[in-house]
């Protein structure tokens, strides 16, 4: 059984300007250094054959911020793959694709990606990032427990990135 990720946010800068900043070089590192955790690094930022970007993380979540159910599996601290994949779809509409595994663990998350202007903009919403996904654990007895905790961690990572998102662009404005 997996354990399905919905997240929407909404942002005051258009659908464009967000996709820049995500996947900007200076953007990622700075999103990394701030909200990345130890030993975050970018691993790999690749332009596609379809014009869009692939991106590579790395990730550690120490130990000690774990869970007590979540250590029993894992152990010491967590070591995470992410991946990301972006590409223009047309004006104002991009999509992506996320995914995501544990070193030694048997976790793994899924997932699209869409970010577009809305259609009527309201006075403090230009545009809209929707993150669909699934988190999978293949641990007998806990999984349950094991997804519920990752989607919690993951819509708490997605909002954090959403709100540096938005000061780093403010900043740079």
């Known amino acids: 059984m997996a354990r399905r990720i919905e997240h929407r946010s909404t942002s005051a800068w258009s659908a464009a300007e967000v996709h820049a900043a995500l996947i900007d070089l200076r953007y990622l590192t700075d999103r990394l250094a701030e909200i990345g955790g130890p030993n975050a690094a970018l691993v790999q930022h690749t332009p596609t054959e379809d014009g869009g970007v692939h991106l590579q993380f790395s990730q550690d979540v120490p130990a000690d911020s774990l869970p007590a159910v979540a250590r029993t599996v894992v152990g010491d601290d ?56 699934e988190v999978r654990v293949g641990v007998p007895f806990i999984a349950g427990k094991l997804e519920d905790l990752v989607a919690e961690q993951v819509e708490k990572l997605l909002i954090a990135e959403e709100a540096f998102t938005d000061d780093w662009l403010t900043r740079r404005t």
């Open 78 to 133: 967590l070591a995470i793959d992410r991946s990301e994949s972006w590409r223009r779809v047309d004006e104002g509409h991009y999509t992506g694709e996320i995914a995501a595994e544990i070193k030694g663990a048997p976790c793994s998350i899924t997932g699209s990606m869409w970010l577009h202007d809305l259609a009527e903009p309201g006075p403090a919403a230009v545009s809209e990032l929707v993150v669909s996904g």
